[in-house]
């Protein structure tokens, strides 16, 4: 059964900084150079849309431009944890982030492309 645990959600002030992190279990053979993974972010005012992703194939890594230059994915390649440390938040950043794999590469960080998701943390930027 595949599972994806995230952790590090939270209450932070705006300027502030947080990282998430997504624990990837039961995907039989699992690897990072064939399977994609990916952060997603849904808002009160905005659907659920790709943060950042990684393709699984060639390590191609794609960011939001809303993100780009603050936050940064990367991977414990052996304890199989996705991280996405974001930094320099403002209010428009509150929302739910959401840990998504899949079983191959994906080379479009879109909703439609992902079968596999976690519950979420939730991310609160205010004063």
């Known amino acids: 059964q595949v599972q994806l645990v995230e952790s590090g959600g939270g209450l932070v002030q705006p300027g502030g900084s947080l990282r998430l992190a997504c624990a990837v279990s039961g995907i039989s053979g699992f690897t990072w150079s064939h399977n994609a993974v990916g952060w997603f972010r849904q808002t009160p005012w905005k659907e659920r849309e790709g943060v950042s992703c990684?393709?699984?194939?060639?390590?191609?890594?794609y960011y939001a431009d809303s993100v780009n230059g603050r936050f940064t994915i990367s991977r414990d390649k052996a304890k199989k944890i996705v991280y996405l440390p974001i930094s320099s938040l403002a209010s428009a950043a509150t929302g739910v982030y959401y840990c998504?794999?899949?079983?191959?590469?994906?080379?479009?960080?879109?909703?439609?492309?992902?079968?596999?998701w976690g519950q979420g943390p939730k991310v609160s930027v205010s004063s």
């Open positions: 990684i393709s699984g194939s060639d390590g191609d890594i």
């Open positions: 998504t794999a899949e079983m191959f590469p994906v080379y479009v960080c879109s909703l439609d492309n992902y079968d596999y």
